[in-house]
């Protein structure tokens, strides 16, 4: 880990920015900005990595339900995108904080001189304080919103694992609808415990992966798991926990107990 400044990639999910009408959450979003602000100014370099796109074009577009034809799926993610980058902007400006925007698609993420075009960009963005956010561009991308043919990307929670992975990060968190990783599902069993630490994904661990949420968003627990390894594998620890409390991440990069922590390769050897 860096002994100076702690890298963190953020990835905040569909259910936690929006209404259940696809409107903007605003107040869930000011939350947000306000604690990375302050993690950014506390001297951290916060990466953010955003879902929410097609729900939110969706709604502004005035759609009834979520497209189900890739052009006006990707015609609602230019339309969404727009909308949350404006919102994103004016209220990390409030904080002095600047932001930048980067999309990206699988290609650039799989071809190494444009990987590395890539590093140094975020490389270039933090040492100055910026703080980028990130999305799939799934305007000239389908890998996430249409299924069938080869995927990279393909989810958010990936595209953050890998962001994690490429800038070399020491933490990923992943804000969703749901604490963290259960033993069983919550929903059908309110005994069911939390794993507070996982320091490797066993066949066990792995079988705890259900499917996606809402109608919103496209990730479930089997591509939260699916980033932990990426993560884990990087030598990034990885949580899990709940966006409607995003003052939690202040434990978190302290390494307190918040939400599931997926110890990074080696990690767990030494606990």
């Given at each position: 880990m860096r002994e100076q400044k702690q890298r963190v990639v953020v990835k905040v999910g569909t259910s936690t920015l929006t209404h259940s009408s696809g409107s903007v959450n605003l107040r869930s979003m000011e939350r947000l900005v306000r604690v990375l602000a302050d993690l950014s100014g506390a001297g951290r370099e916060v990466i953010l990595v955003t879902s929410g796109a097609i729900a939110v074009g969706t709604a502004r577009m005035g759609l009834d339900e979520r497209p189900r034809a890739l052009r006006m799926k990707q015609a609602a993610a230019a339309v969404g995108q727009c909308r949350m980058m404006h919102i994103y902007d004016?209220?990390?400006?409030?904080?002095?904080?600047?932001v930048a925007q980067i999309?990206?698609?699988?290609?650039?993420?799989?071809?190494?001189?444009?990987?590395?075009?890539?590093?140094n960009t975020f490389a270039s963005l933090l040492e100055l304080g910026i703080?980028?956010?990130?999305?799939?561009?799934?305007?000239?991308?389908?890998?996430?919103?249409e299924t069938g043919h080869h995927k990279v990307l393909g989810d958010n929670d990936t595209l953050s694992a890998i962001v994690a992975a490429l800038c070399r990060a020491d933490l990923l968190v992943l804000l969703s609808d749901i604490d963290g990783l259960y033993e069983a599902d919550p929903k059908r069993d309110p005994h069911a415990r939390l794993l507070r630490r996982v320091a490797a994904l066993t066949p066990e661990i792995l079988e705890m992966a259900g499917g996606a949420g809402t109608w919103r968003g496209t990730g479930g627990m089997a591509t939260k798991l699916s980033a932990a390894k990426i993560a884990m594998e990087a030598g990034c620890d990885m949580v899990i926990t709940n966006g409607a409390r995003p003052e939690d991440l202040y434990d978190i990069v302290e390494g307190k107990d918040a939400g599931?922590?997926?110890l990074a390769a080696g990690k767990g050897d030494a606990l």
């Open positions: 004016k209220l990390f400006s409030e904080y002095n904080c600047t999309l990206l698609t699988g290609d650039d993420v799989e071809d190494p001189v444009r990987a590395e075009h890539l590093r703080l980028p956010v990130v999305n799939e561009n799934d305007s000239v991308s389908s890998a996430e919103i599931t922590r997926f």
